[in-house]
């Protein structure tokens, strides 16, 4: 029971800590040393947070409570499908951020702000419901199953502190890799994790037949299986998959270079209208100068 | 410009969800009673897709789970649950219950049909 609580927290709640960490990055990483030292202004940064974790427990119980029914809607299809637009909607979220902080400019900080915050609290809180639906269900299962009340609660207490270490340390060296090495890594991974949940929509929607099931490609449960710990951190964190699709396969890396070829062409583009514009400035000033 | 693309993408993707859901599968059964796979062991013809109809006919939650399928689906007390598997080549695929492994445990076999058809 005690092990079957940690491997639930492992597989449901994990996403969850990782996700946290992640967002919070983007709000209090190099990007935002200006402006927010108090903690007053770091809180009201982090809103999204509180204000998504909040919602997300609205949500968690109507879906909990309905999720029985839910999975008879559409020919059985019904939770497949509301999943996988979920995933789908974590990803395009995820893709907008990782576009938008490319654009960043000193001049309209403000409003990036917001823009990052609402992404934020979106993500959060679809996060959060969908995982927290899942964890809510196994754990009323093993609830009732179980007459060892206290190897449960123990079960949860090591699942959440294995949990939020993860996530710590996560945030932790994320944050050293972007201040010593490159300013992106947190990004990218960020991204990762995005694609991640988009695979998974993926796999629900082939489940149900919506998407063809191509052949597997390979086979790594013996190289690092989904049930070890690692398979559990790395399918939380980048959607591992031990036996991927082709289809599978091929909607991670289109998801993955998408994102990150429309970010380099609309700052391309941004640099050059920039560009453009301190050269029309400087014409019309030495022309003045010249009249 | 990138308006027609988005265009032609969501297109496509109605397109293809469309092919595949109006397709006919065959149907196989599985029931689940007493936390136990009735048939234990379920035969399906190789490189075909078919659908897969769960009955969990106990009063319990119960997940099923197969690593070999990929696929994983919670099976609500007293309901159905669907999912769809294939085409996949000769072989013997396991599944489980994830909350009663012990007893709630089965495979699939898939035998080769001479019949080449995928999808």
């Given amino acids: 029971m005690l092990i079957n609580t940690v491997i639930l927290f492992l597989e449901s709640a994990l996403p969850i800590f990782i996700i946290t960490a992640l967002l919070l990055i983007r709000f209090t990483g190099v990007y935002n040393s200006q402006q927010h030292n108090s903690y007053l202004a770091q809180l009201q940064l982090n809103s999204w947070l509180y204000q998504g974790g909040v919602l997300s427990l609205v949500m968690i119980y109507i879906l909990s409570y309905n999720m029985a029914d839910i999975t008879q809607l559409l020919s059985g299809m019904g939770a497949e499908i509301?999943?996988?637009?979920?995933?789908?909607?974590?990803?395009?979220?995820?893709?907008?951020?990782?576009?938008?902080?490319?654009?960043?400019?000193?001049?309209?900080?403000?409003?990036?702000?917001?823009?990052?915050?609402?992404?934020?609290?979106?993500?959060?809180?679809?996060?959060?419901?969908?995982n927290g639906t899942d964890f809510n269900i196994y754990l009323n299962v093993l609830w009732a199953q179980t007459a060892q009340l206290e190897s449960l609660i123990m079960g949860m207490v090591l699942g959440a502190g294995i949990s939020i270490s993860?996530?710590?340390?996560?945030?932790?060296?994320?944050?050293?890799?972007?201040?010593?090495?490159?300013?992106?890594?947190?990004?990218?991974?960020?991204l990762l994790f995005a694609v991640g949940q988009l695979n998974k929509a993926t796999s629900l929607l082939e489940q149900v037949d919506l998407l063809p099931n191509g052949?597997?490609?390979?086979?790594?449960?013996?190289?690092?299986?989904?049930?070890?710990?690692?398979?559990?951190?790395?399918?939380?964190?980048?959607?591992?998959?031990?036996?991927?699709?082709?289809?599978?396969?091929?909607?991670?890396?289109?998801?993955?270079?998408?994102?990150?070829?429309?970010?380099?062409v609309l700052a391309r583009k941004n640099n050059y209208q920039r560009n453009n514009r301190q050269n029309v400035l400087l014409s019309t000033t030495r022309n003045e100068g010249d009249l | 410009m990138m308006l027609k693309v988005i265009k032609l993408f969501i297109f496509s993707a109605l397109l293809i969800f469309a092919i595949n859901a109006l397709a006919k599968r065959p149907e196989y059964v599985?029931?689940?009673?007493?936390?136990?796979?009735?048939?234990?062991?379920?035969q399906i013809p190789a490189n075909k897709k078919v659908k897969l109809v769960i009955y969990n006919r106990d009063d319990?939650?119960?997940?099923?789970?197969?690593?070999?399928?990929?696929?994983?689906?919670?099976?609500?007390?007293?309901?159905?649950?669907?999912?769809?598997?294939?085409?996949?080549?000769?072989?013997?695929?396991?599944?489980?219950g994830e909350f009663h492994p012990n007893s709630a445990k089965g495979s699939i076999v898939i035998v080769s049909s001479g019949d080449n058809n995928v999808n």
């Fill in chain 1, 215 to 264: 052949r597997i490609v390979w086979n790594s449960q013996n190289i690092l299986s989904e049930d070890s710990e690692f398979g559990h951190f790395f399918t939380a964190l980048l959607g591992y998959e031990a036996t991927p699709s082709l289809m599978q396969l091929s909607l991670y890396v289109i998801s993955l270079l998408v994102p990150i070829i429309l970010a380099r």
């Fill in chain 1, 166 to 190: 993860i996530a710590i340390l996560l945030y932790f060296i994320l944050l050293y890799f972007d201040e010593r090495i490159s300013f992106n890594i947190s990004r990218y991974i960020l």
């Fill in chain 1, 82 to 130: 509301i999943f996988a637009v979920l995933g789908l909607l974590i990803y395009l979220c995820c893709a907008a951020m990782f576009i938008k902080e490319l654009q960043q400019s000193n001049n309209d900080w403000k409003e990036k702000q917001y823009i990052k915050q609402t992404l934020a609290l979106v993500i959060i809180f679809i996060v959060f419901s969908l």
């Fill in chain 2, 30 to 42: 599985i029931e689940l009673k007493d936390h136990l796979f009735f048939p234990e062991q379920l």
């Fill in chain 2, 60 to 96: 319990s939650v119960e997940e099923f789970d197969s690593f070999d399928l990929n696929r994983e689906k919670v099976l609500y007390p007293n309901k159905k649950a669907v999912i769809y598997i294939g085409p996949l080549p000769a072989g013997t695929y396991r599944f489980f």
